[in-house]
């Protein structure tokens, strides 16, 4: 079992849908990560969420919202999305200690396209 | 403005030689770390290796070791004895540790090939 898991891996929907994907780590991290890797462009941070408080969103739609249950589990639901949001979705752990620099571990991905 | 900069978008490498993978970066902390993801035609982002501000030595890891001019604000990294399965997206990232709360920010990519 790898240490930070994400379902679904592939996704396919309509711009009228509603669908969640879902992040799972089992590392005992304390911050969790979407980030967006669309064709040609860099990763882009969407949200960090820091024991389960939202730390940062970087000016990402509405139509994307996160949520954090717990410090393991982490969504992203997804509403009334563009063609354009077509992406690679990621998510990241990491034990983030003050003035510590670690490193982040991802799931594989949800393969997003909209239709 | 970009932070970090990768300038190779594609390398080609023969099997079993070393190629070097340039990442430049930009911050004005002090303390900040640097770090090599390898991303295969899977998806995953794989960590391989690390670097901090304040380190003395080139961090090493196995075939990876990253080349740390400080003064240039340079972070390469270098894989010695290539392998075909080093053939993969290869991402430098930065996390300021001061400033940059918790955004570990990417460079755009460098594409390996290893040709048998």
Same mark, same amino acid.
């Given at each position: 079992e790898t240490g930070v898991t994400q379902t679904p891996r592939h996704l396919v929907m309509g711009m009228t849908n509603k669908k969640s994907l879902k992040c799972e780590q089992h &590392?005992?991290?304390n911050a969790m990560y979407w980030y967006k890797q669309s064709a040609k462009k860099p990763l882009e941070l969407m949200f960090v969420y820091n024991f389960k408080e939202?730390?940062? /969103? /970087?000016?990402?739609? %509405?139509r994307f919202s996160p949520e954090c249950p717990n410090s393991s589990h982490l969504f992203l639901h997804l509403h009334t &999305?563009?063609?354009?949001? %077509?992406a690679l979705y990621l998510c990241a752990s990491s034990q983030l200690r003050t003035g510590a620099n670690t490193e982040a571990f991802f799931g594989q991905g949800t393969r997003l396209t909209v239709v | 403005a970009q932070k970090i900069t990768q300038t190779q978008p594609g390398m080609f490498v023969q099997e079993k030689e070393a190629v070097t993978l340039d990442c430049t970066y930009d911050t004005s902390d002090p303390s900040y770390g640097l770090f090599w993801y390898k991303q295969p035609s899977s998806g995953e982002m794989i960590f391989l290796i690390y670097q901090g501000s304040y380190d003395q030595q080139n961090a090493t890891e196995g075939r990876y070791s990253l080349n740390f001019q400080k003064a240039r604000k340079s972070a390469n990294l270098v894989i010695s004895? *290539?392998?075909?399965?080093? *053939?993969a997206m290869y991402f430098c990232a930065m996390r300021e540790?001061?400033?940059?709360?918790f955004k570990t920010i990417f460079g755009a990519g460098t594409r390996l090939f290893v040709k048998a």
């Amino acid at each position: 079992e790898t240490g930070v898991t994400q379902t679904p891996r592939h996704l396919v929907m309509g711009m009228t849908n509603k669908k969640s994907l879902k992040c799972e780590q089992h &590392l005992g991290h304390n911050a969790m990560y979407w980030y967006k890797q669309s064709a040609k462009k860099p990763l882009e941070l969407m949200f960090v969420y820091n024991f389960k408080e939202q730390t940062e /969103n /970087n000016s990402v739609p %509405s139509r994307f919202s996160p949520e954090c249950p717990n410090s393991s589990h982490l969504f992203l639901h997804l509403h009334t &999305l563009q063609p354009e949001d %077509s992406a690679l979705y990621l998510c990241a752990s990491s034990q983030l200690r003050t003035g510590a620099n670690t490193e982040a571990f991802f799931g594989q991905g949800t393969r997003l396209t909209v239709v | 403005a970009q932070k970090i900069t990768q300038t190779q978008p594609g390398m080609f490498v023969q099997e079993k030689e070393a190629v070097t993978l340039d990442c430049t970066y930009d911050t004005s902390d002090p303390s900040y770390g640097l770090f090599w993801y390898k991303q295969p035609s899977s998806g995953e982002m794989i960590f391989l290796i690390y670097q901090g501000s304040y380190d003395q030595q080139n961090a090493t890891e196995g075939r990876y070791s990253l080349n740390f001019q400080k003064a240039r604000k340079s972070a390469n990294l270098v894989i010695s004895a *290539s392998q075909l399965g080093d *053939s993969a997206m290869y991402f430098c990232a930065m996390r300021e540790g001061n400033t940059g709360g918790f955004k570990t920010i990417f460079g755009a990519g460098t594409r390996l090939f290893v040709k048998a």
